[in-house]
């Protein structure tokens, strides 16, 4: 055992939550009676603190500096208010939300006491809710900061904490949006600094519980995006992953003229331990089986997915040249048809950006470029996505995507459900049908197609080498076509600051982006293949043309990888 009896009670009698200090004493009795099993997970425990960037927080629920509990979030809430009271004085706002998961309601109010005591107005959500309202909520009521406690679709064991700056702590596009350098690294050092977590103030009372009149706004401004009068009869099943995204979702969708909504009744209700489904991510294979079976059973146009905490969102929809009768649309087809949507709206005003990052498909530039509209490629995450200057839509291959970037400047599954139903319904209307409008994209803008190899390992050191090989020696030629362009984003461009990634562009137009994964043991690899479908030319020639250039292209890039 690395960590020393001494380290552990000393965490023990600084932890607030008398659960976690049980589960430390036990392990510690266990692993000092000679399990090697209780070292192990003591010693992982205290590997170091939960790191605290970007993304915030996120980990496994448990006890140890190196989980999500009770004493970790006060620290982070000290550290939080401790940079805010710096950057905007005393009275600095913060507006809390959370999910349904595991220990996600006492996280928050222990954030909420924290706030209190440090001398900020904390504003608590009232109840579990979806992380487009909190991102909704901190642009709306102007507050300094939001946070938000969720893990998103990560498995039931896992919890998280996400940090918005808005108000006086951020200006311009990046009001409301998830931190980014150099703020996540003056929060992570205050963080740092913060006492044991027993010793940091926390208030009994004085935060205030907000009302239903944050929700009520929220779901106003998403019926808006569809235009009154413009719904027709429409038949949607909807599952929310038994995430907290339902009940705002349904209300949503009727105040926009979708009535006719079927939930999947197994996965309607929240519920942190996500029985029915293996992993909760609406992109999981076999994720939408009991939607899918539902839409069977009940005759529905379209079946849409929210992930847990509903800032992400999926669509199938009727298709009989695929097994089953239904195809699930890919984040880079549903970014493209929304990313039509918002550009056409856009046009008319003769101004506006679509944003999406640098691994998801190219076609969205094209659309911006046919409507007049300009585009940006970022990093990947919303956090960089949504602080674009000018934009009107965003996405992400991810099944993320912003379709009302002044109001929520961030992904939103939930306004994306309503714009796509909205979208389906204009089809139906004209006698036309998802499979088909994307084939009218691919004739208009190229069949771009997109795929992904993902490569886990047990020791990171692998993906550290394999990247290091790949520097060292580009591939020549991939999928029968000359590598034309090796680009390492290490070193930055001008259009995008450097993040540890490779990028290579092949003379077919094929292109190949290979990254560690910022969240899991996993080398990424985004790979996305372009065929031009000529006047003349029938769409399913060009996608099998595309699709055995991409079998191609996996195996060699497999094969480049080495793992």
């Known amino acids: 055992m690395n960590v020393t009896p001494e380290q552990v009670r000393a965490w023990v009698e600084a932890d607030p939550d008398p659960a976690t200090r049980r589960e430390l004493t036990d392990l510690l009795e266990r692993a000092t009676g000679g399990s090697a099993e209780a070292a192990a997970d003591l010693d992982d425990r205290f590997s170091g603190p ?35 009271a710096e950057q905007v004085g005393a009275g600095f706002r913060v507006v809390v939300g959370y999910d349904a998961r595991h220990g996600s309601a006492e996280f928050a109010v222990d954030t909420a006491a924290v706030v209190t005591a440090a001398g900020g107005t904390a504003l608590l959500l009232p109840g579990p809710l979806p992380t487009p309202v909190l991102a909704f909520a901190v642009r709306h009521l102007g507050t300094d900061a939001g946070v938000m406690v969720t893990a998103s679709h990560n498995p039931p064991r896992d919890n998280g904490y996400k940090v918005y700056l808005g108000g006086r702590a951020a200006t311009g596009a990046g009001q409301g949006v998830q931190i980014v350098p150099p703020a996540d690294g003056q929060i992570a050092a205050r963080i740092a600094a913060a006492p044991p977590a027993l010793e940091v103030p926390r208030a009994e009372s004085g935060w205030e519980v907000l009302g239903p009149q944050v929700h009520e706004a929220y779901l106003a401004r998403a019926a808006s995006l569809v235009p009154a009068g413009h719904t027709r009869g429409l038949r949607i099943v909807l599952t929310s992953m038994h995430g907290v995204g339902s009940r705002t979702t349904l209300e949503a969708l009727a105040r926009a003229g979708f009535t006719d909504v079927h939930p ?3 996965q309607a209700e929240p519920d942190p331990d996500f029985p029915t489904v293996a992993f909760p991510n609406p992109e999981e294979p076999g994720a939408l089986d009991l939607a899918v079976a539902l839409a069977g059973r009940v005759g529905a146009d379209v079946v849409l997915a929210t992930d847990p905490d509903a800032d992400r969102c ?55 470029a046919a409507h007049g509209l300009e585009h940006r490629t970022t990093l990947t995450g919303f956090k960089w996505i949504a602080r674009t200057e000018g934009l009107v839509f965003g996405y992400e291959e991810a099944i993320g995507f912003c379709v009302d970037p002044a109001a929520v400047r961030d992904k939103d599954g939930i306004t994306a459900a309503v714009r796509l139903a909205y979208l389906v319904a204009q089809l139906r209307d004209h006698g036309e049908d998802v499979p088909g409008a994307l084939d009218d994209l691919a004739r208009r803008h190229g069949l771009h197609l997109s795929d992904q190899l993902s490569f886990r390992v047990a020791d990171l050191g692998l993906i550290a080498g394999a990247m290091a090989r790949l520097r060292a020696g580009a591939p020549a030629a991939l999928a029968g076509s000359p590598v034309v362009t090796a680009t390492d984003l290490a070193e930055g461009s001008a259009e995008l600051p450097a993040t540890d990634a490779l990028l290579y562009l092949t003379a077919a137009g094929d292109r190949v982006i290979v990254r560690p994964s910022g969240t899991e043991p996993k080398l990424k690899c985004y790979l996305e293949v372009v065929s031009e479908v000529r006047a003349g030319t029938d769409v399913v020639l060009a996608r099998r043309d595309a699709r055995e250039r991409m079998a191609l292209l996996r195996a060699d890039v497999a094969a480049a990888v080495g793992l």
Request: charge should be negative; glycine fraction near 16%; aromatic fraction near 4%.
């Open 264 to 266: 999947v009744p197994e």
């Open 50 to 84: 939960l790191e605290f960037g970007t993304a915030g927080l996120r980990g496994e629920i448990g006890a140890g500096p190196h989980r999500m509990n009770r004493a970790v979030v006060s620290r982070a809430a000290a550290g939080l208010s401790a940079y805010l």
């Open 314 to 368: 999926t669509m199938a929809v009727p298709d009989d040249s695929v097994a089953g009768g239904w195809r699930q649309l890919t984040g880079d087809e549903i970014g493209s048809l929304l990313g039509e949507q918002s550009a056409a709206v856009a046009a008319l005003g003769g101004h506006g950006v679509l944003a999406s990052s640098v691994v998801s498909s190219r076609q969205l530039a094209r659309i911006a």
